[in-house]
């Protein structure tokens, strides 16, 4: 997905357009790296009013949220509006590689766990269907881009393939559950990015959208 020729293009000539460190004798954190790029929302229902990005959003605690902000354009002009995109090389789903979604790390300090950059990861509630992507905790939650650059969320198995005494199949299975809903975080009240594990949203806010990739 290409950025309408309109949008004007801020810092982009000082950007790094792919990263690729080797610097890490024990390969822990040697991770290939594609970006900087926007993610744009946009509603999956027909005239859906959601269209725009999101971007970084820092709470009073350590992790970070990631805020619907409606709009044409990428704010290349705004570090919190620009991702990379992780990977190892070695992970793929259909052929394409997986890896997970980082703020811009050409930004911030390297981290305690000696990365730099906080990768977007999935927290879950005990009384809802509704995801939070997260940033600044020790995990990421695996995506990868389908040919329309649009993102899904990898997982090994369907739960609703199981039958007793009888395991669900290993497949390679994509989801696109985004949605943006009013969620409650911290000290945040607002339409965040949000997660639909299965089912309807049970939150009534909630709006299915697309995840897309546009490069900076
Ligand atoms: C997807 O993004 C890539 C850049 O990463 C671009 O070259 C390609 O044209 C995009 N594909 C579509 C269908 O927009
Ligand atoms: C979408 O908008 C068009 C034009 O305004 C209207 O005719 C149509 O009924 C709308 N569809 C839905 C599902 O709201
Ligand atoms: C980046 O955009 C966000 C959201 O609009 C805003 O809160 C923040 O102040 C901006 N940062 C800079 C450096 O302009
Ligand atoms: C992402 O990859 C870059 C380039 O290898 C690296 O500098 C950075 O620490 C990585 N960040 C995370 C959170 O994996």
Partial sequence: ???????????????????????????????????????????????????????????????????????????????SFQFYFNYTGEMKSQETDIGFFVTDYTVEETNEFGLKGKAVSLQFDLNTNIGLPIMGIATAVLTGFNAENKTFLTHYMDDSTAAPGKRPPYKDYRYYNWAVCWQAFSNVYAPILSWVTTGRPHNPTCELVDLVKVNL
């Fill in 1 to 79: 997905m290409k950025a309408p020729a309109t949008c004007l293009y801020g810092l982009v000539a000082a950007a790094i357009s792919t990263a690729q460190v080797t610097g890490d004798p024990d390969g822990i954190n040697d991770f290939k790296s594609d970006g900087p790029f926007a993610l744009q929302v946009k509603g999956q229902a027909l005239n859906s009013s959601i269209a725009g990005y999101v971007y970084a959003l820092p709470t009073f605690g350590t992790q970070w949220l990631l805020q619907y902000e409606p709009g044409n354009c990428p704010r290349a002009d705004n570090s």
